[in-house]
């Protein structure tokens, strides 16, 4: 028989030494605030064109010397970096990742605390549902802080695939409004692909719609911004896109703003949903699932599986016309 003393000793050397994939979960706030320090400080950028000592970077950035050392030595042991011993990295597979604008800015969006903040409610929800939490919560904060929302413009643009709009079949449009457009990246794509659009609205909160003015005035002369909320009224279209916008909300919140679309769509209108399609039969680690909880915790938004987009379009007086790739959903009025 182990005495409790023994017991204890064998629990803490198997979370520490023995399984070590689960002491990388448990701790995995550590990592995630040590490579926002990497991305935030471009520390990748230091080391394009070889292995460089942490001390040599600190004084070009203005660091702390030794605390700059015991933060890339710890990435080092995860991957991020290589440390090449005597005080000098250079850069690994990851690390060099982080030289790309659009994934440093995706990883400063999702490492960042405020974005680690929103997870603190997940007892809540996990006691009680998310039922009388709104959404838009997270929303009016991010848009009171103009860093925060330019940042999470920034990653947004990051994680937008041009392929979305070269997939997708704008021919038979003449007006084509991105609600929830944010910084306007994803119409400017959409006008530039389809000369036979002749008006692009970009539809988003005021204070949004004002950042980006003064940020990213329209050059094309078919471009237009209009401000307003998605749960009062969207211009008239005969397309909508929203682009990572549903899966921010509950069935009943995301339903009111297909609801919204109904009034203002011109007949034969579509409404194309690029977010992810949950697939159930697939047991492999998919970031779709992770990105549910995500949304969870944002204000009570959740990824859907094919089913449970059916269900959402007839709520809301649609039906589905197809699923493509995916991540697009197409819809038109029942
Ligand atoms: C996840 S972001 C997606 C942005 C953009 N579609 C993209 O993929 O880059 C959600 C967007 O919805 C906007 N939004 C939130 N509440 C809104 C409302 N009530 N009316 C209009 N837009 C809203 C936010 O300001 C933000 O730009």
Redesign the pocket.
Same mark, same amino acid.
């Given at each position: 028989m182990q005495s409790t003393i023994e017991q204890d000793i064998q629990l803490k050397e198997n979370i520490f030494h023995e399984n070590r994939q689960l002491f990388n979960l448990v701790t995995g706030f550590w990592r995630s605030m040590a490579i926002q320090m990497a991305a935030k400080f471009d520390i990748a950028r230091y080391l394009a064109n070889g292995k460089q000592s942490s001390q040599w970077i600190s004084h070009q950035v203005g660091l702390h010397d030794e605390t700059l050392f015991r933060v890339m030595r710890a990435l080092a042991v995860s991957g991020v970096f290589i440390d090449e011993g005597n005080g000098e990295f250079s850069n690994s597979s990851l690390s060099s990742l982080l030289l790309d604008t659009n994934t440093r800015n995706i990883v400063l969006l999702e490492s960042n605390p405020l974005q680690f903040k929103v997870w603190l409610k997940s007892e809540d929800y996990l006691m009680k549902g998310y039922s009388t939490t709104s959404?838009?919560e997270y929303?009016n904060e991010? *848009?009171s802080n103009p860093d925060y929302?330019t940042l999470?413009?920034n990653a947004?643009?990051g994680?937008?695939r041009p392929s979305f709009v070269k997939r997708s079949d704008f021919s038979a449009f003449e007006t084509v409004c %991105? *609600?929830? #457009?944010?910084?306007g990246? =994803?119409m400017e794509e959409i006008l530039k692909n389809n000369s036979n659009i002749k008006v692009g609205i970009n =539809? %988003?909160?005021p204070s *949004?719609i004002e950042l980006k003015q003064k940020q990213r005035p329209n050059n094309d002369a078919r471009a237009k911004d209009v401000s #307003?909320?998605? =749960?009062?009224s969207v211009p008239e279209a005969d397309c909508y896109t929203?682009?990572?916008?549903m899966?921010?909300w509950n069935q009943n919140d995301a339903s009111k703003i297909l609801q919204t679309i109904s009034k203002a769509i011109k007949p034969n209108g579509k409404v194309y949903i690029?977010d992810f399609i949950v697939d159930k039969s697939n047991k492999m680690y998919d970031v779709s699932v992770w990105y549910d909880l995500h949304m969870l915790n944002v204000g009570g938004g959740k990824e859907r599986t094919e089913q449970e987009w059916k269900e959402l379009a007839s709520l809301s007086g649609f039906i589905i016309d197809e699923f493509k790739f995916g991540e697009l959903i197409i819809l038109s009025k029942k």
């Open positions: 959404g838009q929303w991010l *848009v929302e999470f413009a947004m643009h994680l937008t %991105d *609600v929830g #457009g944010s910084q990246w =994803f =539809f %988003d909160l *949004v #307003g909320s998605f =749960f009062e929203m682009k990572r916008i899966h921010d690029y």
